[in-house]
């Protein structure tokens, strides 16, 4: 699989295929419903192609960016420089992993989606924009890229949930895009403070981390702490941070059912990504001296997330509440800024992408046909609904990390990772986790053992689209588990290649996490730095 | 040397033909009332192109010998060729909408025309009393159209109101540039730089007066906090596509006035000036889109986003920069195609159904999806998405605020235009939430239709592709910065 293909084209196509999709729905007339459901699964079998073709295509052990392709937007005029703004994308073995989750989750999506049937166009005219968005934002190397596909992911969301949702849907549409639109108020500020700061008149990312790393460079430590924050925060708000994830349970619990899997499943990925991207890239030495605060707040989207899912009675909501606290652990993963818990954040997002977006796609099929969320109405569903039931348990024993299944892999690997850098925090994450296997086998033993009750004796068991969405998202959550080889040693080189990421296992024979060991990672001067101030474990 | 007359073919095109459809109407008094209208359209589209002849001249009008009172530049031509693309669109959404409403369609079509003409000298005039006339001949064209729907006692209100308060602020301007002349001893822009940058220190109180007083009156003309009283009435009494034209001609010119006047005649005062503004500029940002969002009339609501804004144009002009200036030019150019494709939607709307009203377009999504998609385009770009126009061309414009030294203030306004998001949604959440309160589809008549669509594609081709319009913005900006 060495020899395949690595042009930079691959990357435009995956953003502009839904895109271009999006564009031929506009021209067929609403009424060919049919025709609009056909191309939306074919345009989904094609996106999810192309990201597996990317995801395998990533050439293992290097941790370069990889399938890069830059073209000049504009240079030269106004406020920019030469290469002021170029389409500059490529991919590195945290975004590959990333496209892949995308890729995945849109496929399960369109095809779930197609019992829309009002006005099924629109929807996926706006779903398409969305996950065009979301791809181009996990592909880009340009600042300006960067945040124009990051709205772009991010506009679509109101219309979608305030026109397809159910519950308090215009409250919750409103609320959420407010406040991701707030959120990205703060990058905006801190795009404009890097770019006039690092003055090579350019919004390349890559150029950017380089002026950014450079000692002595522009980007002094001082302006680092100030504008960090900045990007953090704004980023962290779409990856649910705490106490900025309060649109987060409500938008989830008036999002449509494929709204909510790419919400919940892809667009928190986004925040966290941008924490990576904007954050610990460009901004290392304000890393360093925030990490510590981001590893607070992480701790208590942990732990008072699966302590609200604990309380809630409706589906969505609880787990909308369950993905706050596994973003949380994605959060922690981050703040240890050390390889394993770095890994197992990146880890988590794909895992808890699958698993939230089965979650939310098995909810969808039995809210259609119930009418309600409450989990109290129900009970007995295992004999009643059981193929429901064996996917919503898988996704359920994924997030509760169970061994063999995805959630396990990444919560192992943030422990670890945790319990090297931040003993007690690591505690406290257990304890989290407890908790969510408290709320997961409740639910279980409230909705699909106990007593059947008769009044959903009409109830059937899901259809072929939900079956079909359920078998690719839970195999790639059971892939995963039994196999997360191809994830890590896609992920390590690349987490390792960020700056101020130590290596605790660096010393100690390479592990099968870190494969490529003729690379000697202590001549690294980070990490050197970072044991010079006593970080490494 | 005798003025080189042949600079200024674009304006006599305008003014003659402006004659031209006053007689043609005269003449055959059976014309169909929308007629002149297209008529006078291809007028404005003959200047336009007779405009683009003028690409890389740069050449002084000099009335006297040594005092030139226009200049024609790439910045004249950059501008000259919007105001005239907006003139095109204005006269063909006005076409329908005079022939349903409106008499004396004839002197309607003409006095655009001259509007715009006004509109082109102020932006060529290098000289204070030159700029003082363009503006008043734009300005008199406009109390005329705003109260043009005579049977109406709204836009007979709104006219006098916008007419009384144009006059005082006329009176500011013309008191400021008295100052100014008695401080530099000369009108010409080149004149007052010159006297300006080595005046002694003593006269700098009278300099900020005479800059309070201009900016007070040019205030007035692009309409920011304080000076806006008149605009949510001017916009709602004015006939719809004049209320089009104020927020795009009457914006364009006045900023392109404001800008060439600052950047090369005060700009040796920078420092006493750029507070002044820059503070205007955040007032007018924050009031603009706060009132915004408890409009119930969509006009209204098109108004107060207009003062928002010129809130975000004014960081150009404080800022003074070239970068600005390119910004500046590129985000008025996006700002016309975004403003001309509202207006000519809700022309459309407003044709067919007689209301204004936010409420009333509950449902157009259902009752006609392309008004509504093309709204949503709109809304989209002037809350400054991505794909479309507002998103690039806002961005430039902060980043170029933040680049000379305004963080603050580009930090003010990225507040401000996440604040106008919440009442872009509100109107789109009329048209695709609410269910539709009159059952029943519509279309859009084949003309209008045509000029939706060109103005929609215009604004995701400058949300996709804003290269060219950038670099002509560029060089256009350039012109006032090449000393």
Redesign the interface.
């Known amino acids: 699989m060495d020899n395949l293909n690595q042009s930079g084209y691959w990357l435009l196509a995956v953003w502009l295929v839904p895109l271009l999709t999006a564009l031929v729905m506009?021209f067929i007339p609403?009424r060919f419903a049919g025709v609009i459901r056909g191309l939306a699964g074919v345009s989904g079998v094609v996106m999810f192609a192309l990201s597996l073709y990317i995801f395998i295509g990533y050439q293992v052990g290097e941790g370069n960016i990889q399938f890069e392709k830059s073209w000049v937007?504009?240079e030269n005029?106004?406020?920019l420089g030469p290469g002021g703004i170029s389409l500059h994308m490529g991919v590195d073995g945290i975004a590959a992993p990333m496209v892949l989750l995308t890729g995945i989750v849109i496929m399960a999506g369109n095809v779930v989606s197609w019992k829309i049937q009002f006005?099924n166009k629109?929807f996926y005219i706006l779903l398409l924009?969305l996950v065009s968005?979301v791809f181009g934002t996990f592909v880009a190397l340009d600042m300006?890229f960067f945040?124009?596909?990051y709205?772009?992911a991010v506009?679509p969301m109101?219309?979608l949930i305030?026109?397809w949702g159910s519950t308090r849907k215009?409250y919750g549409a409103?609320k959420l895009?407010?406040m991701l639109?707030?959120a990205s108020?703060l990058i905006?500020?801190g795009m404009?403070?890097v770019?006039?700061k690092a003055g090579i008149g350019s919004f390349d990312l890559v150029r950017l981390w380089a002026v950014a790393q450079t000692p002595n460079g522009p980007m002094d430590p001082q302006f680092q702490k100030i504008f960090f924050p900045f990007m953090v925060i704004g980023c962290g708000v779409l990856g649910a941070l705490w106490p900025f994830h309060t649109w987060s349970p409500d938008g989830h619990m008036a999002a449509p059912t494929a709204v909510s899997m790419l919400h919940a499943g892809v667009l928190m990925k986004l925040g966290a990504f941008g924490i990576i991207r904007l954050g610990i890239q460009l901004f290392p030495e304000g890393a360093e001296f925030w990490m510590p605060g981001l590893m607070v707040l992480g701790t208590i989207n942990a732990v008072y997330g699966s302590f609200s899912a604990l309380a809630q009675r409706d589906f969505k909501q609880m787990i909308g509440y369950s993905s706050v606290s596994h973003m949380g652990y994605v959060m922690m993963g981050l703040a240890t800024m050390n390889l394993v818990g770095i890994n197992g954040a990146v880890l988590q997002m794909f895992a808890h992408g699958v698993m939230t977006a089965l979650f939310f796609a098995m909810v969808g099929g039995l809210y259609d046909q119930a009418h309600t969320r409450e989990m109290a109405v129900f009970g007995g569903l295992a004999g009643k609904m059981p193929k429901f039931s064996i996917f919503f348990m898988i996704a359920g024993l994924s997030g509760v990390g169970l061994p063999a299944m995805a959630g396990f892999v990444a919560e192992f690997n943030i422990f670890v990772g945790l319990f090297r850098s931040y003993p007690l925090f690591g505690v406290l994450a257990v304890l989290s986790a407890a908790t969510s296997a408290a709320y997961v086998f409740r639910m279980f033993a409230i909705v699909f053992f106990g007593r059947f009750n008769t009044r959903w004796s009409g109830l059937r068991d899901i259809q072929k689209t939900e079956v079909f969405a359920g078998t690719v998202l839970a195999a790639s959550i059971l892939f995963m588990g039994v196999l997360p080889k191809p994830f890590t040693d896609r992920i390590s080189p690349s987490v390792l290649a960020l700056p101020g990421v130590i290596d605790p296992t660096a010393d100690t024979p390479q592990t099968a996490e870190t494969p490529n060991s003729d690379h000697n990672y202590d001549l690294r001067p980070e990490r050197r730095r970072h044991d010079a101030i006593g970080w490494s474990a | 040397m005798n003025p080189d007359y042949s600079l200024l073919i674009p304006e006599y095109i305008l003014a003659v033909w402006a004659a031209l459809v006053v007689a043609v109407d005269v003449m055959m008094p059976k014309l169909r009332r929308d007629v002149p209208a297209y008529l006078a359209a291809l007028g404005a589209l003959a200047a336009g192109i007779a405009s683009v002849l003028y690409i890389d001249v740069n050449k002084g009008f000099e009335a006297i010998p040594g005092v030139t009172i226009m200049h024609v530049d790439d910045y004249t031509t950059y501008m000259r060729v919007l105001l005239c693309g907006i003139a095109v669109f204005i006269l063909l959404m006005s076409a329908q909408f005079v022939r349903m409403r409106l008499s004396h369609a004839g002197e309607y079509s003409a006095i655009v025309l001259v509007a715009t003409l006004g509109g082109m000298l102020m932006v060529e005039g290098t000289e204070l009393i030159t700029s003082w006339i363009a503006l008043e001949l734009l300005s008199f064209c406009f109390y005329t159209l705003v109260s043009f729907a005579r049977r109406e006692l709204r836009s007979n209100e709104a006219g006098l109101k916008y007419m009384l308060l144009g006059a005082f602020s006329t009176a500011l301007f013309l008191y400021g540039l008295s100052l100014i002349y008695g401080v530099t001893g000369t009108t010409t822009y080149d004149g007052i730089a010159a006297a300006l940058s080595n005046r002694g220190e003593d006269l700098t109180l009278a300099l900020v007066v005479g800059f309070v007083f201009i900016i007070a009156g040019l205030g007035f003309k692009v309409a920011a906090v304080p000076f806006h009283m008149y605009t949510p009435d001017a916009y709602q009494g004015a006939p719809l596509p004049i209320t089009a034209m104020l927020s795009t001609t009457s914006k364009a010119a006045a900023f392109a006035l404001f800008f060439r006047l600052f950047t090369t005649a005060f700009l040796p005062a920078h420092e006493e000036w750029k507070w002044m503004i820059a503070l205007i500029a955040a007032v007018t940002m924050m009031w603009g889109n706060l009132v915004a969002l408890q409009q119930t009339n969509l006009r209204r609501l098109f108004a107060y986003s207009s003062i928002g804004q010129v809130g975000f144009m004014l960081i150009a002009v404080a800022a003074a920069t070239q970068?600005a200036g390119?910004?500046l030019l590129?985000h008025m150019a996006g700002y016309a195609v975004t403003n001309l494709a509202a207006f000519t939607i809700i022309v459309v709307f407003f044709n067919r159904e007689g209301s204004d009203e936010i409420a009333d377009l509950a449902g157009l999504?259902e009752r006609q999806?392309f008004l509504a998609?093309a709204m949503v385009t709109a809304l989209?770009s002037l809350a400054g998405?991505?794909?479309f126009a507002g998103?690039f061309t806002k961005?430039?414009l902060?980043?170029?605020g933040?680049?000379a030294g305004l963080?603050w203030l580009?930090?003010v306004a990225?507040?401000a235009?996440?604040i106008s998001?919440?009442y872009y949604?509100m109107v789109?959440?009329q048209m695709?939430?609410i269910a539709p309160r009159v059952p029943g589809r519509f279309r859009t008549p084949a003309l209008l239709w045509g000029v939706i669509a060109v103005l929609v594609v215009g604004v995701f081709f400058l949300g996709i592709w804003?290269?060219p319009l950038?670099?002509a913005?560029?060089t256009a900006?350039a012109f006032l910065f090449r000393a």
């Open positions: 506009v609403s937007w504009m005029a106004g406020i006005r629109d924009v968005g300006f945040f124009f596909m709205e772009l506009i109101y219309l305030a026109v215009e409103m895009t407010v639109v707030a108020v905006f500020v404009f403070a770019y006039t | 970068d390119s910004s590129f999504a999806p998609l989209f998405m991505p794909l998103f961005f430039m902060f980043v170029s933040w680049d963080e580009s930090g990225v507040v235009s996440l998001l919440y949604l789109i959440r695709y939430v804003p290269a950038l670099d913005a560029d900006a």
